[in-house]
């Protein structure tokens, strides 16, 4: 069956513009997590949804990143103003439920600002 | 909070070699431990995972164990595969926290 989907793949964006990327879960998996993976460390948690809650965002670095799932499944990461530091990969993964359950990884956005 | 250290790469094999990974955790509860893999030009994939004490998983023929006395979950493998280059992520997730943390990775490469 399909895997989680993400897109764009890759977006590069001037400082200063809004960008925002989109996460197709797999079908029917009620949690959803956002990580944000810099160049040669490891994801790094941003925020948490089960179904359209938004459980967990203390991993959100500003208040100029903003995530959403009104519908509990396509989830939407928005950055505003993005700056230098906002660029690496964006990773989306979702579980059946809970952290017990696998978490399926998307392919990844890589997002860079000039 | 919680803190996942991992063996620092790069690390090259020999084909049929030994491997171990190593990798130590620190956490306030008691979470479940995962290996994931990224092969290149692909994305992350769980390997093993174990949820208690003195669990081991197993998958394509590594292994790890859930130490508590050490918090450590080493990855093995008795003999390694040049298919297995990759890069391998250790991870906790605490109970009913949702988010994994996750090491740096470690890259291996197996040559024939």
């Known amino acids: 069956g399909a895997g989680v989907s993400q897109s764009p793949r890759y977006k590069v964006a001037k400082r200063g513009q809004d960008v925002a990327l989109r996460c197709d879960p797999i079908?029917?998996?009620?949690?959803l997590f956002w990580y944000q993976q810099a160049l040669g460390q490891g994801p790094e948690f941003l925020t948490y949804?089960?179904?359209?809650?938004?459980?967990?965002k203390s991993g959100l670095p500003s208040d100029r990143f903003f995530a959403e799932r009104p519908e509990g499944s396509v989830s939407t990461l928005k950055i505003q103003r993005t700056q230098q530091e906002d660029s690496a990969v964006y990773l989306c993964?979702?579980?059946?439920?809970?952290?017990?359950?696998?978490?399926?990884f998307g392919p990844g956005t890589r997002l860079t600002v000039t | 909070g919680d803190s996942v250290t991992q063996m620092e790469g790069p690390v090259t094999l020999s084909e049929e070699a030994f491997l171990t990974i190593n990798c130590t955790y620190t956490?306030?509860?008691?979470?479940?431990l995962f290996w994931y893999v990224q092969y290149p030009g692909e994305g992350l994939q769980l390997l093993l995972k174990?949820?208690?004490?003195?669990d081991k998983g197993s998958n394509k023929g590594f292994e790890a164990t859930y130490r508590k006395e050490t918090t450590s979950f080493h990855l093995e493998k008795g003999s390694v595969q040049v298919s297995d280059s990759a890069v391998y992520f250790c991870?906790?997730?605490?109970?009913?926290?949702?988010?994994?943390?996750f090491g740096d990775g470690t890259t291996l490469t197996v040559k024939p």
């Open positions: 993964a979702s579980s059946l439920k809970g952290i017990d359950y696998e978490q399926y």
């Open positions: 079908s029917g998996h009620v949690s």
């Open positions: 949804f089960q179904n359209e809650a938004q459980l967990d």
């Open positions: 956490a306030t509860g008691y979470p479940s």
């Open positions: 174990a949820t208690k004490a003195d």
């Open positions: 991870a906790l997730s605490e109970t009913n926290a949702g988010k994994s943390t």
